[in-house]
């Protein structure tokens, strides 16, 4: 009787696909299900189909989410990209000579602090009747009253980028800085014996060699604001934005009818229309960005 071989290279990648499948796949295809069914989260499920999804494209207050998704995108991201890029070459560059592991290690401490802190931080500085913003502002004589910051819709948008650009400007600029110290200082110093200005060097030599680098973070950045949660919820305490879901966000639009309404067939057909909005705008994006590279 011939002896069975054991297939080794299986048996040490099965952990692996077994976690895998219990903690990732099976919740995925499982979300999935519960989309297609009403369900509170206990009890009986009773299966509608793709009811759920028809009712929330018919829900003004999902499209309000996406909208303030997308706009926290442009007011957050250009500012980080930006500012991120600007801070990095003025570290590689020589123009800030003194303590730059001192600076690095200080843009980095926004990104590694912990959310509940940020929120306590912004809340209490934008606070109505003690926030150090209105009694800066006031004592400067630009404002007479103090300024409802937190309960204000047209500052809960502005309030929010504002906080995720204090968060992941710091992180963005230590991602560019480590692309450009990858490129060499002869390039740059080449350009400048030519006759290049620095302004010119790094537009016209640099900025195209950290192209790479600069797809990453765009497209990161993109994506991060997409799925942004952490900010608005720090700053007003719940699912729903602020003042009439001003700033409420797909995420939070997704959790608000998931946990707080009880929803959960319906707040997992929000969870991947959600899922299948970011897919089609980055899908879209790299299309565009691949276009102009071959041009």
């Given at each position: 009787?011939?002896?069975?071989?054991?297939?080794?290279?299986?048996?040490f990648i099965a952990p692996f696909f077994i976690v895998y499948g219990i903690f990732n796949l099976f919740p995925i295809l499982f979300s999935f299900y519960i989309s297609l069914t009403n369900w509170q989260g206990y009890g009986a499920m009773t299966y509608v189909g793709f009811g759920n999804y028809v009712s929330l494209l018919k829900n003004?207050?999902?499209?309000?989410?996406?909208?303030?998704?997308?706009?926290?995108?442009?007011?957050?991201?250009?500012?980080?990209?930006?500012?991120?890029?600007?801070?990095?070459?003025?570290?590689?560059?020589?123009?800030?000579?003194?303590?730059?592991?001192?600076?690095?290690?200080?843009?980095?401490?926004?990104?590694?602090?912990?959310?509940?802190?940020?929120?306590?931080?912004?809340?209490?500085?934008?606070?109505?009747?003690?926030?150090?913003?209105?009694?800066?502002?006031?004592?400067?004589?630009?404002?007479?009253?103090?300024?409802?910051?937190?309960?204000?819709?047209?500052?809960?948008?502005?309030?929010?980028?504002?906080?995720?650009?204090?968060?992941?400007?710091?992180?963005?600029?230590?991602?560019?800085?480590?692309?450009?110290?990858?490129?060499?200082?002869?390039?740059?110093?080449?350009?400048?014996?030519?006759?290049?200005?620095?302004?010119?060097?790094?537009?016209?030599?640099?900025?195209?060699?950290?192209?790479?680098?600069?797809?990453?973070?765009?497209?990161?950045?993109?994506?991060?604001?997409?799925?942004?949660?952490?900010?608005?919820?720090?700053?007003?305490?719940?699912?729903?934005?602020?003042?009439?879901?001003?700033?409420?966000?797909?995420?939070?639009?997704?959790?608000?009818?998931?946990?707080?309404?009880?929803?959960?067939?319906?707040?997992?057909?929000?969870?991947?229309?959600?899922?299948?909005?970011?897919?089609?705008?980055?899908?879209?994006?790299?299309?565009?960005?691949?276009?102009?590279?071959?041009?």
């Open positions: 009787m011939k002896k069975k071989k054991i297939c080794w290279p299986v048996v003004a207050a999902f499209y309000k989410s996406v909208l303030n998704s997308f706009i926290i995108v442009l007011e957050a991201m250009i500012p980080i990209q930006s500012l991120g890029l600007i801070l990095a070459l003025l570290l590689n560059y020589g123009i800030v000579r003194i303590g730059k592991s001192y600076i690095r290690n200080i843009m980095f401490l926004p990104y590694i602090t912990a959310p509940i802190a940020i929120g306590l931080i912004f809340a209490t500085l934008f606070d109505q009747n003690f926030g150090a913003v209105n009694i800066f502002l006031k004592s400067l004589g630009i404002i007479k009253q103090n300024v409802n910051w937190l309960h204000t819709e047209s500052f809960a948008k502005p309030l929010v980028s504002l906080v995720t650009l204090w968060r992941y400007v710091g992180y963005t600029a230590v991602i560019y800085l480590a692309g450009l110290q990858s490129v060499s200082s002869d390039i740059y110093e080449a350009a400048k014996v030519d006759g290049a200005s620095t302004p010119k060097a790094i537009i016209h030599i640099i900025l195209p060699m950290l192209k790479p680098i600069l797809i990453f973070q765009v497209t990161n950045g993109i994506i991060g604001c997409l799925k942004i949660f952490e900010e608005p919820y720090m700053l007003f305490g719940d699912y729903k934005g602020g003042v009439n879901n001003a700033a409420q966000t797909m995420n939070m639009k997704f959790l608000d009818t998931a946990f707080s309404a009880g929803q959960s067939g319906y707040g997992a057909a929000t969870g991947y229309l959600m899922f299948i909005i970011v897919m089609i705008f980055t899908v879209a994006y790299f299309g565009i960005v691949n276009r102009i590279g071959d041009d």
